[in-house]
Nanobody
């Protein structure tokens, strides 16, 4: 059974940075595509970024392009989301999800395993 765990959320001022981590156990994480999604209060869960299983391909939502970076860590079972120049509108619960089929899409339904989420609050 694949388990996905996010960490690294917190409170940060506008313009600040945070790094979220996504770790997975129970499967071959290095073979999975990994995505980050977020959900703000009263809003739909939306795509943020994804990375292919090899790390060679990444994709970002327009709202975070140029500010967020998704990378695979040196350890095989960790993916990071580096978030810079944070804005108030980035406030949300951030979820990591993995797709064992390696499709690396923007669609929530393509991701089979999800973490519980980590809260990111951008506020002064």
């Amino acid at each position: 059974q694949v388990q996905v765990i996010e960490s690294g959320g917190g409170l940060v001022q506008p313009g600040g940075s945070l790094r979220l981590s996504c770790a997975a156990t129970g499967g071959t994480f290095s073979r999975y595509a990994t995505g980050w999604f977020r959900q703000a209060p009263a809003k739909e869960r939306e795509f943020v970024a994804h990375i292919s299983w090899s790390g060679a391909s990444t994709n970002y939502a327009d709202s975070v392009k140029g500010r967020f970076t998704i990378v695979r860590g040196d350890a095989e079972n960790v993916v990071y989301l580096q978030m810079n120049s944070l804005k108030r509108e980035d406030t949300a619960v951030y979820y990591c999800a993995v797709d064992p089929w390696g499709r690396a899409t923007t669609q929530r339904d393509d991701y089979e395993h999800w973490g519980q989420g980590t809260q990111v609050t951008v506020s002064s």
